[in-house]
């Protein structure tokens, strides 16, 4: 039997609503790894929605949000995410309009987590 372990949903115009069923999704998921959701407008709604999800999620270790419009709140939800995470290991999330304000709460939350290990904000 096969299993899903990499999502690929870049360019799908998913937005926050779609987001958001894509982390009630994942609060349960036990398979995927992988989620890549590049360029599709996903804003600060969207991002605590995926934030909250990975408070539970346990199995997904690489997200790629790069080309959203997450901003510095949306990376401020996923920095509380983050404090508690333990299986993350790399995030992107480059050309969000995160500022240093944005990188900072993201700092803040990696301080303590030893599991993460790749951050991209290019």
Do not use: S
Not at 70 to 81: F, N
Request: glycine letters at 10%.
């Amino acid at each position: 039997m096969q299993i899903l372990t990499t999502l690929n949903l870049g360019f799908n115009r998913i937005d926050d609503v779609g987001a958001q069923h894509l982390a009630d999704a994942l609060r349960n998921n036990k398979t995927l790894t992988e989620l890549y959701l590049i360029g599709n407008k996903i804003g600060v709604v969207g991002a605590q929605h995926l934030a909250d999800a990975l408070r539970n999620n346990q199995t997904l270790t690489t997200l790629n949000l790069v080309d959203n419009e997450i901003g510095t709140v949306g990376a401020q939800h996923l920095r509380d995410a983050l404090r508690n995470n333990k299986t993350l290991t790399e995030l992107n999330l480059g050309h969000n309009q995160i500022g240093a304000a944005g990188a900072q709460h993201l700092g803040d939350a990696l301080r303590n987590n030893t599991t993460h290990t790749k951050l991209n904000l290019e």
